[in-house]
């Protein structure tokens, strides 16, 4: 986003502006001729200020004050939607500020993720910003880029903000990891997190907490299970052997699980690789 679109985004409508200018403004001269009774209170009138002057600067104080919030307050707005906008276009830029590749082979991570997407076979492709955010939480946390791709995928389909799922409780699953606040939000899982699950806590809301941070937690989770990657898989849906969705989400992870590791060790190939 260039300067010019931030700018249109966050522009104060008149009524705000004329509102935080208000001060600013002189006021008019008054017109017409004083009397003598204006000249006889004036030459009467005590040297300080009178009470009627005073609430009237008192009030507009407040009234300032009160606009001031109001303008804030839109202004934060704007900026939280020009963020939302703004959010898989740069991405990737703090993800990766452009990480070159071993050897000196300058290679960016946009022309990688071009060149690797053919290796993909049957699996989704995850667009640019979710391969790259994967590849950082590989990093971060240690998860098996395509564990956590496939469950990612799966979940809510590779989105930052989804709508809230319905877990079995009949409570719901929040996030792009489709967390379970009962088991999840709690120390020591959410320990150094600020934000990973948001306020709109029921089924059918949209997320509004930090993504990452779900995403890192989910990372958690699925590298909280024992086995394989396949059993990690469908423990994370299901909870346990057998459970409810648990046969499914192993059939997907073998289904998918070729096509991502050639496209991440293809990425790794690059210089572009989890842990």
């Known amino acids: 986003m260039n300067q010019e679109q931030l700018r249109s985004e966050v522009a104060l409508s008149p009524v705000e502006w004329f509102l ?75 993800v990766f500020p452009q990480n070159p590749a071993p050897q000196g082979n300058s290679s960016l991570f946009d022309d990688a993720y071009r060149d690797c997407l053919s290796k993909l076979g049957n699996a989704t492709a995850p667009g640019l910003v979710q391969a790259a955010s994967v590849i950082q939480i590989s990093q971060t946390t240690g998860v098996d880029p395509t564990l956590f791709s496939v469950t990612w995928y799966e979940e809510s389909r590779f989105r930052y903000f989804p709508e809230n799922g319905r877990h079995g409780g009949g409570d719901a699953d929040i996030g792009p990891g489709q967390l379970h606040p009962g088991t999840w939000d709690k120390a020591p899982y959410t320990s150094g997190l600020r934000n990973p699950f948001g306020t709109n806590r029921a089924v059918g809301q949209v997320f509004n907490g930090d ?32 459970g409810d969705g648990y046969q499914l989400r192993v059939s997907k992870f073998n289904k998918y699980a070729k096509g991502y590791d050639d496209f991440f ?10 842990p």
Not at 54 to 61: E, G, I, P
Not at 222 to 241: E, I, N, P
Request: aromatic share 6%.
């Open 20 to 94: 935080l200018n208000l001060p600013l403004m002189k006021r008019p001269g008054a017109k017409g001729k004083i009397t003598q009774l204006d000249r006889s209170r004036s030459s009467h009138r005590a040297t300080g200020p009178t009470t009627s002057y005073l609430k009237t600067r008192v009030r507009a104080s407040r009234l300032y004050q009160a606009a001031r919030i109001l303008a804030i307050a839109e202004l934060t707005r704007r900026l939280h939607q020009a963020y939302q906008q703004a959010y898989d276009k740069h991405a990737v830029d703090w």
């Open 211 to 242: 993504p990452i941070e779900n995403l890192l937690l989910s990372a958690y989770a699925l590298d909280s299970r024992a086995g394989s990657r396949a059993k990690k898989a469908g423990l994370y849906k299901a909870g346990q052997v057998g």
């Open 265 to 274: 060790n293809c990425l790794a190939g690059r210089g572009f690789k989890g």
